[in-house]
């Protein structure tokens, strides 16, 4: 029978008959339902950061369940589980006084933290400061605000109106932002959303000193900087949340997936004590929140996950085997499939294909990715590129196997 689950970017007249359950998860590895193992270089969607079947994190939502599964956090009411993992956030974050908002995942921390802006500046009796910028290529998930401000192309199309007052700048040069506030004014942005290091875009590393002149600019000019962590933070990039990589103190950092490495879906935007100071001293209400902001579960699979990731050192590991990790990806640089390497700044990397084989060959990447999957290797296909961003449990060994793998699985697609 056709399945009835329609998967999210999908091409689902390909999919529908031919989709690959993953049945269970241990350590860097999934199985299928031969119980045929399979190194996990995605980490699902850049998010397993501890991997799979930790007993810590799994008791943790058990325990969790069986006290209080679920309940509301508007108005007046708390629970223990969301009061830690605010602190334990809070603790952790670059900036002062920080204070955490909680959501159910990285769309809706995106949304948070571009209405937050807005009404900031609204609080402070700046009602005209409400443009929001992004970056080409960059990716902010699929909700309103996130398909406005998308910088890959063809994810802004077949919509209709998107959210107005929102504008994209180059990708890498920093000194586009001055240009757009001479143009439109500088008193009318609001705030830049920054990628450490842009991921579902196609791993593009930010150009030497991007981050901290983005912040330069947004300083002179009075606006707010939100670095998009939802992939780079939770040892990503070797640190809890990303621009610390950078010596960059930004205004305001959406998080999510490796923030409970996805056992339960969780998001949130940790927020400066200055932005957060209208709203904690001065009587003013952010009327916005998703029903599940501060879920317990979510919150105590948070908290055994960051217990976790801390315990095991593999916070730093982000850092530490980056270059192992790009060391494993340049051996696929003699390909003529591949016409540019990238990685080498956290624990993610993109082999990026030759463009006039891509055209001649629409679906080499697919294949490619097949060559892997029957090798035993999970790997991401992105616009023009494929990725890697594996478990911060990885081991040298298994990133030299990945790497050799690619090498089999490149020459194996182009005969
Ligand atoms: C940088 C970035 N921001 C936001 C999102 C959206 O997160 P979610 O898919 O949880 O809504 C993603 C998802 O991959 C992302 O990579």
């Given at each position: 029978m056709a399945t009835s689950f329609w998967h999210p970017f999908a091409n689902m007249s390909d999919v529908k008959d031919k989709s690959f359950t993953v049945v269970r998860g241990e350590g860097n590895y999934v199985y299928d339902k031969e119980d045929r193992a399979y190194f996990d270089a995605t980490a699902s969607l850049w998010y397993a950061n501890a991997g799979y079947g930790r007993r810590e994190i799994i008791d943790a939502i058990k325990n969790q369940a069986e006290l209080l599964a679920c309940y509301s956090t508007f108005g007046d009411i708390t629970n223990e589980p969301a009061e830690e993992l605010a602190d334990f956030v809070a603790q952790r974050s670059?900036?002062?006084n920080s204070k955490v908002f909680f959501v159910s995942g990285g769309g809706d921390a995106i949304e948070t933290a571009a209405k937050l802006a807005r009404k900031y500046f609204h609080e402070l009796g700046q009602g005209d400061r409400t443009l929001i910028v992004s970056r080409k290529d960059s990716y902010h998930g699929t909700h309103g605000f996130g398909t406005s401000l998308?910088?890959?192309?063809?994810?802004?199309?077949?919509?209709?109106?998107?959210?107005?007052g929102v504008a994209l700048v180059d990708r890498d040069d920093p000194e586009d932002l001055v240009h757009l506030a001479n143009s439109v004014g500088s008193d009318k942005i609001a705030a830049i959303f920054v990628e450490p290091v842009i991921g579902a875009g196609g791993v593009h590393l930010p150009t030497e000193g991007y981050l901290e002149r983005i912040r330069e600019i947004t300083k002179e000019i009075g606006a707010l900087m939100i670095v998009?962590?939802?992939?780079?933070g939770f040892g990503r990039l070797g640190y809890w949340f990303g621009p610390e990589r950078f010596g960059v103190v930004p205004d305001m950092i959406t998080f999510a997936k490796g923030i409970t490495s996805g056992y339960v879906p969780l998001g949130g935007v940790v927020v400066s004590g200055e932005i957060a100071d209208p709203f904690f001293n001065k009587g003013?209400?952010?009327r916005h929140g998703p029903?599940?902001?501060?879920h317990p579960l979510a919150a105590a699979a948070g908290i055994a996950n960051c217990q976790f990731l801390e315990n095991e050192g593999l916070i730093a590991k982000g850092q530490e085997l980056e270059g192992k990790l790009k060391e494993a990806l340049d051996a696929s640089s003699d390909s003529p499939l591949i016409e540019e390497v990238r990685g080498g700044l956290g624990l993610l990397g993109a082999l990026e294909f030759d463009t006039d084989r891509r055209q001649s060959d629409p679906s080499i990447m697919a294949k490619v990715q097949m060559e892997m999957r029957s090798r035993g290797f999970l790997v991401r296909p992105l616009v023009s590129s494929i990725a890697v961003s594996p478990p911060l449990s990885v081991t040298e060994d298994e990133i030299e196997r990945l790497g050799n793998a690619f090498v089999d699985a490149l020459k194996a697609a182009d005969r």
């Open positions: 670059p900036m002062e998308a910088g890959i192309a063809p994810n802004r199309v077949g919509w209709g109106d998107l959210i107005s998009d962590s939802v992939i780079c003013a209400t952010f029903t599940y902001a501060g």
